[in-house]
């Protein structure tokens, strides 16, 4: 995604979006390699996201202000232009 996208869509758009990481991510703590999935939480100077819990432990990793451009979305639901009728029915 580009950040004229980025910028163009509402926070409410993103929200509860499943997404791919593209590059390794890093949170000042730990480093994730790329292709871990995320949900983003929120839109604020890049995407803050939480991580799928791990199938072994079930920890959960947050990390904040990634670019647009380092996740893939992996649904199909399109972000813009939105629905004729109003926001999007994408459902969080």
Known sequence: MD?????KTRDAEF?????KSLV????GLYAFPAGITWT????QGGFEMISDPC???GIQAFICKVPPGDVDFTDNV???PPPE????THQV
């Open 3 to 7: 950040r004229r996208m980025y910028d």
């Open 15 to 19: 929200r509860g979006r499943k997404v």
């Open 24 to 27: 390794k991510l890093s949170n």
């Open 40 to 43: 983003i939480r929120r839109k």
């Open 55 to 57: 199938p072994h432990c």
């Open 78 to 80: 399109p972000l813009w």
């Open 85 to 88: 009728g109003g926001p999007s």
